[in-house]
């Protein structure tokens, strides 16, 4: 055979296949959204690229394979959060030909120290964590703040927001929480940018020290499928202490109604735990999850994780945590009524691309 024709299909050969990470760049809490005209997009943690701080980091592929890099989603900060660093966790949200950037903040000395004495909390030696939200016409921004904060909070339990619209009532909810404390939901207003008035929060899962993986929660992630709303969640601490010592992991609970009550994987069928994915030797902590579906149909599984051969970033922004945490993407099927990851761990090894 011709050399030419052998080398076509190499190529055919190697863009079948991946291999993780999907992205081998610092790159936590990752969500993908399907952005529309041909391209996914993915948002991620506050993070350093080529020696400067990007609030939100954004990356966009057409084949779920090759990213690239788009830039800063949230180059100004809100005049709430002006001078403070710690931008976690973006989920964006495509209503129509409008994006929703919700992002977790710390609230500026000023404004935290009014919020602390309000609270009758001057003492208190806990930061203030708020939600917020901010637009953009493009994908990639730059998304501009709506000028307040949704929520804040003592410590770090306001993080970690999801929006989710229900097909089925067209309503609209912000999934949010960690700090020790449950995973809350909470009805948002028609125009996205505040609750809904006269709504309140619901705990939808608590932290439990005597439930594996679930002395922390934080996370959520909610999908509708065959009449359940499906909430992921991850659960202990992600990234601090020695390595062989971390145990976070990729958990999922499900309801028939968006606000709950949801029943783990584990009580519903007996399983030790409720785990759907958790470390391997080569990858720890793998967590923080998005679900998405590709063009073909397929529900794919998007998380981070630390590379035990390059565990650490080079340079800590706002006494951040240190640990680096690459993108890394596997095939989400279903079984039972229940979502599975071939392994329940990281794939390791050339696996079949999304088609």
């Known amino acids: 055979m011709p050399l030419l024709p052998l080398l ?21 809490d990752p969500t993908v959204l399907d952005a529309g005209g041909g391209w996914y997009y993915a948002y991620a943690t506050q993070g350093t690229v080529a020696g400067k701080v990007q609030n939100v980091q954004a990356a966009r592929t057409r084949d779920l394979v090759k990213w690239e890099r788009v830039g800063d989603a949230l180059p100004v900060k809100p005049t709430w959060a002006s001078t403070t660093q710690m931008f976690w966790a973006p989920d964006v949200h495509r209503r129509g030909r409008k994006f929703f950037l919700y992002f977790s903040a ?7 120290e009014s919020f602390k004495k309000e609270r009758g909390a001057v003492d208190s030696p806990e930061g203030v964590f708020c939600l917020g939200v ?27 927001p999801m929006a989710f619209d229900d097909a089925r009532t067209g309503r609209k ?24 008035k006269g709504s309140a929060p ?3 899962v608590r932290a439990d020290k005597g439930v594996p993986f679930q002395s922390l929660v934080e996370g959520a992630w909610v999908v509708q499928r065959d009449g359940y709303y499906y909430l992921f969640y991850s659960g202990e601490n992600c990234c601090h202490g020695p390595l062989q010592d971390v145990k976070y992991a990729a958990l999922v609970a499900r309801s028939r109604t968006p606000t709950g009550p949801f029943e783990t994987l584990a009580h519903a069928t007996g399983a030790p735990d409720s785990a759907v994915l958790r470390r391997s030797e080569a990858w720890v902590a793998p967590g923080h999850n998005s679900v998405f579906t590709d063009r073909k149909g397929q529900d ?22 240190a640990v680096r ?3 890394l993407m596997d095939r989400l099927t279903w079984k039972d009524g229940w979502p599975r990851v071939e392994g329940g761990m990281p ?9």
């Open 134 to 160: 901010a637009t953009a016409s493009k994908p990639e921004g730059p998304f501009r703040d709506s000028g307040r904060p949704l929520v804040c909070g003592l410590s770090f339990v306001n993080i970690d």
């Open 300 to 321: 794919w599984i998007a998380y981070h994780a630390i590379d035990v051969r390059r565990p650490y970033v080079e340079e800590v922004i706002g006494q951040d945590r």
């Open 202 to 204: 619901t705990e939808l």
């Open 347 to 355: 794939s390791a090894g050339p696996v079949a691309a999304p088609r």
């Open 173 to 196: 909810y912000l999934y949010w929480g960690s700090g020790f404390q449950p995973i809350r939901v909470q009805e948002l207003a028609a125009d996205g940018l505040s609750f809904k």
């Open 8 to 28: 076509v299909l190499g190529a055919a050969l190697t863009a079948a296949t991946y291999t993780n990470p999907v992205f081998d760049e610092d790159f936590p």
């Open 106 to 112: 710390t609230l500026d000395p000023e404004r935290a």
């Open 325 to 327: 945490r690459p993108m």
